[in-house]
């Protein structure tokens, strides 16, 4: 399974480059497969996530390579329009490849898809939003069957503005004749990257990055290039993990605009943050100072994907936080093995108390999710001492090469 040691107590410093962002690149991957040509895809992460995805597509008989940071896709033809539950089971996004595969076999059928444990996860608002599209859907033995042969057009409204049903309805609708308009959808950037990628194909998606997003169905989506945004999430974990180690770090290719949750909160703190030409330079100034209070929200509010990480800086900051997690009703489970390490946090439902204390130290500690397990390495960082952060394999579905990453700014990480 993989475990970091790490000793902690080095300031980081330099330079980090960012990785291209995960949950952009997952669904473009799928979106590939809507069309027969020569797609390059560039700045693709190297995640166990992304291997899965090219493996999923491979068992439909798409072609790709994998070639540095670059994939290459051609589904000059699809054999197969079923994803099977293995794959599915470790992938939560195999689930867009509902939309995608209907898009261009009118027939899709997928196992329920897996991912972090960090809730239930349910599908219904994909579902719901499919069936308003005219799709007819059958749940059985685990797994949903779409049959997209008499699709409508026409309007959608999400109960929720889910992420991922927001990218599953827009590759739906691309297949279908007509313009669908999705009310109350998801706003995140990686939205917009799905829109502008479509639209590099050919395709005719505008309002992304808004509630109401319009989809023109096109028969014939054409080839293309295109280079995957940096990971903000990325980005994010390191911006924290410079402020925790009382460190002084440029962090490359980002736009600040995307983390204007986290930065207002870190303003607030105790470090210099500032942005130019696309580099953000954030410097810590001694102890951090906790902030009151904080809640996830979607996207503009704060994002779930950085709550792990940012509790770890309120675990040293002064002063105490309370923090709300509104998106998942299981996402503390990086609690427990933070208070080994001295944290002072209790837990009622979705809210924590977090009271920081002057010093965290080394411990043995379990990641149990992705960010919650960048949480734990950020913790060992400013530990006194060394901590061992077991099941890393949950990190590699999103950080590439985390250790070597920090090690470059001075850190000491073993990976065994
Ligand atoms: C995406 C991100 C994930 C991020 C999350 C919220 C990807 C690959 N993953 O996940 O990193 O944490 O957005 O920003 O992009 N829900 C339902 N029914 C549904 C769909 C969602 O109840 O049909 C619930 C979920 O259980 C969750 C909430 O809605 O409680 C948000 O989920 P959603 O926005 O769909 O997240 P994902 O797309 O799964």
Redesign the pocket.
């Known amino acids: 399974m993989g475990k970091f040691i790490i000793e902690g107590g080095k300031k980081l410093v330099g330079e980090i480059e960012i990785q291209g962002a ?2 952009a690149a ?2 473009i991957l799928a979106a590939a497969l809507m069309t027969n040509e020569k797609v390059k895809i560039h700045n693709v992460p190297k995640l166990i996530d992304v291997d899965n995805m090219l493996k999923i597509l491979k068992n439909l008989g798409v072609h790709t390579e994998f070639d540095g940071r670059s994939v290459t896709i051609e589904a000059q033809e699809i054999n197969s329009y079923s994803i099977g539950n293995s794959l599915a089971k470790e992938l ?2 195999s689930v867009f490849l509902l939309g995608a595969v209907l898009s261009r076999c009118k027939k899709a059928v997928v196992a329920y898809p897996g ?1 972090c444990d960090i ?9 719901k939003a499919l069936r308003d599209l005219g799709i007819k859907i059958e749940e059985k033995a685990g797994y949903v069957y779409c049959d997209g042969s008499s699709p409508e057009a026409g309007e959608v409204c999400l109960d ?6 927001t990218e599953n309805v827009i590759l739906a609708a691309i297949g279908i004749p007509g313009v669908t308009v999705v009310y109350n959808a ?1 706003r ?1 950037p ?1 939205i917009v990257e799905l829109q502008n990628f479509i639209n590099s194909m050919g395709g005719h998606v505008r309002g992304a990055g808004t509630p109401k997003i319009t989809i023109e169905g096109t028969e014939i989506l054409h080839g293309t290039e295109y280079t995957v945004m940096p990971d903000r ?1 990325v980005a994010g974990t390191y911006i924290i993990s410079v402020i925790m180690t009382g460190g002084d770090v440029a962090i490359k290719s980002i736009k600040n605009g995307d983390l204007s949750s986290l930065i207002s909160k870190l303003s607030k703190n105790s470090c210099n943050i500032a942005s130019n030409n696309g580099i953000i330079y954030v410097k810590a100034k001694g102890r951090p100072k906790a902030v009151d209070y904080i809640s996830t929200q ?2 503009p509010g704060f ?3 950085l709550q792990a990480p940012f509790m770890a800086l309120q675990t040293i900051s002064k002063g105490t936080c309370v923090f709300t997690e509104n ?3 299981n996402r503390f489970r990086h609690v427990p093995e933070l208070r080994k390490m001295g944290a002072d946090v209790i837990i009622r439902d979705r809210t924590a108390v977090i009271k920081g204390v002057s010093e965290l130290v080394g411990a043995e500690v379990y990641a149990q999710d992705l960010r919650g397990g960048a949480a734990l390495v950020l913790a060992g960082l400013a530990a006194h001492g060394i901590t061992v952060v077991n099941d890393i394999y949950h990190i590699d579905r999103g950080y590439e090469n985390m250790e070597k990453v920090f090690n470059k700014l001075g850190a000491n990480i073993i990976r065994v």
């Open positions: 995960k949950n997952l669904p939560r996004s991912g809730g239930l996860r349910p599908i219904d608002i994909h579902i929720y503005p889910s992420v991922g049903a998801a995140e990686e999430i979607p996207y994002p779930t994907d998106i998942f009703e």
